[in-house]
């Protein structure tokens, strides 16, 4: 009867090739009719039963493949978000590198630009003493020259008296040096006017330094910041990579259990947008999927292997009920665009339960 029960657990069609000499031997007596009939009614029974459960197992492989299938593409575009993000971040490197170097070519121009106008500012503090010094110079000459006329005029009004032939010549060497004040006069009034020119050239290319000086502050500042913003978004692609080098590793089994169920209270924060976490939610849900088809195929193997196979199937199937009728275990895949806010320490604690729960079932 066990080769009979074994046959049947591993196809429906496999009552066929049953060999019925012996039970035919068995029910040659008319007193063994009934039996036979209640055999052949618990064997028909018991072949729908296996019937059902197996198209039930099938229907559910099938739902699992489907699922694994959609996993293995949603990963693969995964990937390619991954190396998306990746050559940005490079881009990213590429520019911050360019900035840094913008950013020392501009810090040793504003250095050379200060040095210039501290150049300019003593060249106008100079040329402003030396207006100065002109400006008094040309008073004195002024002075000079009012004098000399007063004199010219005193000579020119005496000749009439009689006592005035003698000091007559002497206003006659006065003239040249009247001229010649008045040249230097004008020397010294273009000149002046050269220097104010002068400085209003200074003073007009001191405030282009400026302007430009305040620009290039300006500027610093913005590619300071551009630099932080960068800088930021930098951290925020470290963190992404190693959340996902994590759920990597726990999806292909290589964290432990005690190490899953120990961690302590604390959540991690979520600072990418809601696609990012259904995606890595969906990777949790995947290795979970994963782990329930391992361990069902295990048992349909096992099942093949046992001294009663049709008891270790029943007990199996009845523990995949008890796991799917805990909803807080599993979640199912239409949850996950929900439930996005779960965060990855409850994830981890959930398969923990999991894999603690299976445990316990495989054990009873």
């Given at each position: 009867m066990s080769k009979g029960t074994d046959s049947e657990s591993e196809s429906p069609s496999s009552l066929e090739c049953w060999d019925y000499s012996i039970e035919l031997e068995c029910l040659r007596g008319p007193q063994d009719l009934q039996l036979a009939a209640e055999l052949g009614k618990t064997l028909l029974e018991r072949n729908k039963e296996l019937e059902t459960s197996l198209k039930q197992h099938q229907n559910v492989i099938e739902e699992q493949t489907q699922e694994i299938e959609y996993l293995t593409k949603q990963t693969a575009a995964l990937r390619e978000v991954n190396d998306s993000r990746l050559r940005i971040y490079e881009q990213l490197e590429v520019s911050i590198q360019e900035l840094e170097h913008t950013n020392q070519k501009l810090s040793?121009?504003?250095?050379?630009?200060?040095?210039?106008?501290?150049?300019?500012?003593?060249?106008?503090?100079?040329?402003?003493?030396?207006?100065?010094?002109?400006?008094?110079?040309?008073?004195?000459m002024a002075v000079a020259q009012e004098s000399a006329r007063r004199r010219?005029?005193?000579?020119?009004?005496?000749?009439?008296?009689?006592?005035?032939?003698?000091?007559?010549?002497?206003?006659?060497?006065?003239?040249?040096?009247?001229g010649g004040d008045e040249d230097e006069v004008l020397q010294l009034l273009q000149q002046i006017q050269e220097l104010r020119s002068q400085r209003a050239r200074e003073q007009r290319k001191a405030n282009d330094l400026e302007d430009q000086l305040t620009q290039l502050i300006q500027e610093n500042a913005c590619l300071e910041e551009r630099v932080a913003v960068l800088q930021q978004k930098e951290e925020?692609?470290?963190?992404?990579?190693?959340?996902?080098?994590t759920l990597e590793e726990i999806r292909q089994g290589h964290l432990c259990r005690r190490c899953l169920r120990g961690q302590d209270g604390g959540t991690l924060t979520a600072d990418e947008d809601d696609d990012d976490v259904s995606i890595i939610d969906s990777l949790v849900d995947e290795s979970q999927r994963k782990s329930v088809l391992m361990q069902l195929q295990e048992s349909l193997g096992e099942s093949c292997q046992g001294d009663n196979p049709y008891r270790d199937l029943v007990e199996k199937y009845e523990a995949l009920l008890k796991v799917q009728r805990h909803p807080g275990i599993i979640r199912p895949p239409q949850t996950v665009s929900s439930n996005n806010c779960l965060s990855l320490q409850e994830e981890l604690q959930l398969s923990g339960d999991f894999f603690q729960k299976e445990e316990v079932d495989s054990e009873g």
């Open positions: 040793v121009d504003n250095i050379s630009d200060k040095k210039l106008i501290k150049t300019l500012t003593a060249q106008i503090e100079s040329l402003d003493l030396r207006c100065e010094e002109l400006q008094k110079s040309m008073d004195e010219q005029r005193r000579s020119v009004c005496t000749p009439d008296t009689p006592q005035a032939p003698p000091p007559a010549p002497a206003p006659a060497p006065a003239l040249p040096p009247c925020e692609m470290q963190s992404l990579q190693e959340e996902l080098s």
